[in-house]
């Protein structure tokens, strides 16, 4: 059975405990992780989002990390 993909960032989230936009891309096809984790946090989740510089020096990217379970 496939997971949603909520339960696809959140499992996610617990096993490595942060995620950006690319890796949600290229590891699930997940286009929309701004929603995921929006919703995740309004069924009571702790993550996270710290803004780091792109590799390229033009700009950030956000990564959100897991801070544990539901609160």
């Known amino acids: 059975m496939k997971l949603s993909q ?5 499992a996610h989230l617990k096993q490595y405990k942060s995620i950006t936009k690319l890796e949600a891309m ?5 286009f929309c992780l701004e929603s995921i ?3 995740l946090r309004k069924s009571g989740h702790n993550i996270f989002t710290e803004y780091e510089p792109n590799v390229t020096n033009t700009g950030n990217h956000a990564r959100y990390e897991y801070l544990g379970g539901e609160q």
């Open 37 to 39: 984790v929006f919703r």
């Open 26 to 30: 290229q590891s699930y096809g997940i």
């Open 6 to 10: 909520n339960a696809q960032i959140l």
